[in-house]
């Protein structure tokens, strides 16, 4: 089969999202510039505009919508033309057959699951366990929260939405880094969820020992129903520290044999971390990839060397594709492109 006829072909598949997010109101308060930018604040956004990714996914966006090529003529189009007829502009382009969301991301007026089933065949729900957690411990129990309390209605909870979800997915990178112990001392997650509560509601939960026990029992329920555990790995927001989200933190995970048969997915490449994670993928046998985010957040050969990174050592059938879409449907048209 001559290369033009291969092009051809895959241009025809439709594409299985592995991992988004929920799209957003027109009226929503996030910016819509942050379609095209991980920056934050007004002083990074203000240098946003200067990237090659910016300018690249702003012209792409102008292209599809035929509207001046700007960032304000692109929002004037998306008011004019509402959120509706965007959304399935861009999926339609997208060529996407199926969408699975990680919800757990806070956002304002999202729209929930049921909504996005109008934009592809087959829509699934990643569940956000840090997220489920603090859901939680906000609910009010007579004489308070003990490990034990927490540690029955977590699992409890987990196992009754396990057989309606596709998969879980934790942001511990976030919270307290990836070298994640699987091994949490009881004393250790005791003391770890009374801090938590001194922290009031709404609970967050950042406390490392407590994180890695809420962890450990996701993946003990994973397992037992076969559920993928979705990590992010690598770049992100800035209240992520870059340092602690390096794969190869995660060695204690992926030597504990309790959990060798449970899939774990490195989320967005990994990046900058693509070479490590190409490696992990390759020597353990429980551990897929995933490019989403990296693509199309970096330049042309920014995007050509993370995913040629992945595929260095990492067995091909191990590396799987997701939008990373977020609030905007634009998101997920400018990374299935």
């Known amino acids: ?72 003529g692109v929002e004037e189009y998306r008011r004019s033309a509402g959120l509706e007829s965007t959304s399935l502009k861009c999926f339609e382009a997208a060529r996407i057959s199926a969408i699975l969301i ?62 309606k979800i596709v998969g879980l997915k934790s942001i511990v990178a976030y919270r307290s880094g990836l070298e994640i112990n699987t091994n949490v001392a009881t004393k250790d997650a005791e003391e770890g969820l009374s801090e938590v509560l001194r922290g009031g509601n709404p609970t967050r939960i950042v406390n490392k020992s407590f994180i890695d026990y809420i962890f450990t029992l996701s993946l003990e329920v994973a397992l037992s129903f076969d559920l993928p555990m979705q990590i992010h790995t690598g770049f992100g927001d800035k209240d992520l520290d870059l340092r602690l989200s390096n794969p190869l933190h995660l060695r204690m995970l992926l030597e504990d044999e309790r959990f060798s048969k449970c899939r774990i997915v490195l989320l967005h490449a990994s990046y900058p971390f693509s070479k490590e994670a190409s490696y992990i993928a390759s020597v353990y046998p429980q551990v897929y990839l995933d490019f989403g985010l990296a693509v199309p957040k970096l330049s042309v050969q920014g995007m050509i060397s993370s995913v040629k990174e992945l595929l260095e050592l990492a067995p091909v059938k191990k590396v799987m594709f997701s939008t990373d879409g977020y609030a905007f449907p634009e998101t997920y048209f400018l990374e299935s492109t």
């Open 1 to 72: 089969m001559e290369f033009a006829e291969l092009r051809e072909a895959i241009e025809k598949v439709g594409l299985v999202d592995a991992h988004a997010h929920n799209i957003v109101a027109l009226n929503s308060s996030f910016s819509f510039i942050k379609a095209f930018t991980e920056a934050t604040g007004a002083a990074a956004l203000s240098f946003a505009p200067h990237s090659l990714s910016f300018k690249r996914n702003v012209r792409e966006t102008a292209e599809l919508y035929g509207c001046e090529n700007s960032l304000k």
């Open 102 to 163: 990680d919800d757990g991301l806070k956002l304002d007026k999202k729209h929930d699951i049921e909504w996005h089933k109008s934009l592809a065949p087959f829509v699934g729900r990643i569940l956000r366990i840090e997220t489920f957690a603090e859901e939680i411990l906000d609910s009010e129990i007579p004489d308070g929260w003990t490990l034990d309390k927490f540690t029955e209605a977590f699992v409890r909870n987990l196992k009754s939405v396990a057989d």
